[in-house]
C-alpha cells in the first residue's frame, strides 16, 4: 500500500470545480502535517495548501478563498476542494507529508512523503 495516494484530478473549464483525494497510510495520518503542491510544466513545485495534525490550515495567496483543504479522519483521508478554477492552476497535484508545518506551508526540503501527482486542467 502506498503511502499516500492521490485520487479526483481530470480536466475542467475555467471557472468550474474539483475535489482532490488523498488517502494517507496509519503511520502517516494523524502524525504528519498533509498538504498538496503543485508544479505546471516548466515550473518550480509550489506549496498549494496544507493541514497541520491541530487542523490549522494555510494557503498559497494565489488559492486562498478559492481552496479549500479538509481531512475526514474515519477514512485517514485529506482533500482539496477547488472552485472558481483558473487556466493558471493547470498543474500535476501532489500529495505531500511533512513533519511540521504550523500555520504556514512546509517548505518543499521538509517533505518527508510524496504521492505519485494528479493531473489537474483548466481550459475551455
Known amino acids: 500500500q502506498a503511502l499516500l495516494e492521490e485520487s479526483g484530478g481530470g480536466s475542467v473549464q475555467p471557472g468550474g470545480s474539483l475535489r482532490l483525494s488523498c488517502v494517507a497510510s496509519?503511520?502517516?495520518?494523524?502524525?504528519?502535517?498533509l498538504a498538496w503542491f503543485r508544479q505546471a510544466a516548466g515550473q518550480k513545485r509550489e506549496g498549494v495548501a496544507a493541514?497541520?495534525?491541530?487542523?490549522?490550515?494555510s494557503y498559497a495567496d494565489s488559492v486562498k478563498g478559492r481552496f479549500t483543504i479538509s481531512q475526514d479522519n474515519a477514512k485517514n483521508t485529506m482533500f482539496l476542494q477547488m472552485d472558481s478554477l483558473k487556466p493558471e492552476d493547470t498543474a500535476l497535484y501532489y500529495c505531500?507529508?511533512?513533519?511540521?508545518?504550523?500555520?504556514?506551508?512546509?517548505?518543499?526540503?521538509?517533505?518527508?512523503?510524496w504521492g505519485q501527482g494528479a493531473q489537474v486542467t483548466v481550459s475551455s
Open positions: 493541514i497541520d495534525t491541530d487542523l490549522r490550515t
Open positions: 496509519e503511520y502517516i495520518y494523524g502524525s504528519y502535517c
Open positions: 505531500a507529508a511533512a513533519p511540521v508545518c504550523g500555520s504556514e506551508l512546509p517548505p518543499i526540503n521538509a517533505v518527508g512523503y
